[in-house]
């Protein structure tokens, strides 16, 4: 493995591919109004930017955006998209890469802070954002419910795709708060690909408490980005906390 972790050059050139479900309009154009609401019009800095694909249209939509990448292959390709002379992003790690200056909001989507390992890391990332952040300033993460509730006594894995062509499951140490996301793809052919993303789940009790010790209060919770009530039967949230 290369110096970009999980998400080397052949991750990264079928990324975008792979995720197209997260580009639908219906997927993305509600994330987009949600952050540039967020953003009263000041600046805005992603961590964990990827190919782009919300810094771009953000930027598109005429906020001033920035971002933090540890992945060199996943920058790259955003910088050979239309648009990415309007996004500077930063190569290096969430927990601890600075960007000059402060920010009215800094964003995190698509489960990404679960793929810091540990408790600490993850306590730097919410340090990490505040520092950056002005007072009265936002940071909002969107991540999935474990789905413990799924686990049968003594079974680990949970399947969350079937598809033609296609299984994802996850397989979780519960004890460790730690699980592997397994994406398993097969062409007509008989040939195949599978690629893992090690994560440390973690629950929203928990993530509120990295927001009070980074100076940060819950301000609110939603279920989606359509601003579904957060409930029981929740399978993720997004959630924003406001620095004092």
């Keep these: 493995m290369d110096d970009d972790g999980v998400f080397d050059e052949r991750v990264a050139a079928g990324y975008d591919a792979d995720s197209s479900r997260m580009f639908a309009p219906e997927v993305l154009g509600p994330t ?6 967020l953003a009263h019009g000041g600046r805005v800095l992603e961590f964990a930017s990827g190919t782009g694909r919300v810094a ?18 996943m920058t790259e390709r955003l910088k050979a998209k ?21 920010f009215s909001l800094v964003y995190l989507v698509f489960n990404t802070i679960g793929n ?22 936002r940071f909002v993460v969107e991540l999935f419910i474990p789905e413990l509730r799924r686990l049968l006594p003594g079974d680990t894995r949970v399947l969350f795709a079937a598809e033609e062509g296609y299984v994802g499951y996850d397989e979780y140490d519960v ?38 010790l980074a100076g940060m209060t ?5 279920a989606d980005w359509d601003g579904r009530d957060f409930t029981a039967e929740s399978e993720s949230h997004v959630s924003v906390w406001v620095k004092h």
């Design 218 to 222: 819950l301000e609110s919770r939603w």
């Design 56 to 73: 771009l249209p953000l930027a598109e939509r005429g906020l001033d955006v920035s971002g933090i990448e540890l992945s060199r292959a």
């Design 32 to 37: 987009l109004d949600v952050l540039e609401r």
């Design 175 to 212: 004890v460790g708060q730690q699980l592997v996301s397994v994406h398993t793809s097969v062409t007509g052919e008989g040939a195949g690909s599978v690629f893992k993303t090690p994560q440390r789940f973690v629950w929203p009790a928990e993530l509120d408490l990295m927001a009070r």
């Design 116 to 137: 810091v390992l540990s408790q600490d890391g993850q306590v730097e990332v919410f340090r990490n954002a505040a520092a950056h952040l002005e007072p009265g300033g």
């Design 82 to 102: 239309p648009g990415a002379d309007k996004v500077t992003v930063a190569i290096g790690d969430m927990t601890s890469t600075r960007v000059e200056g402060q």
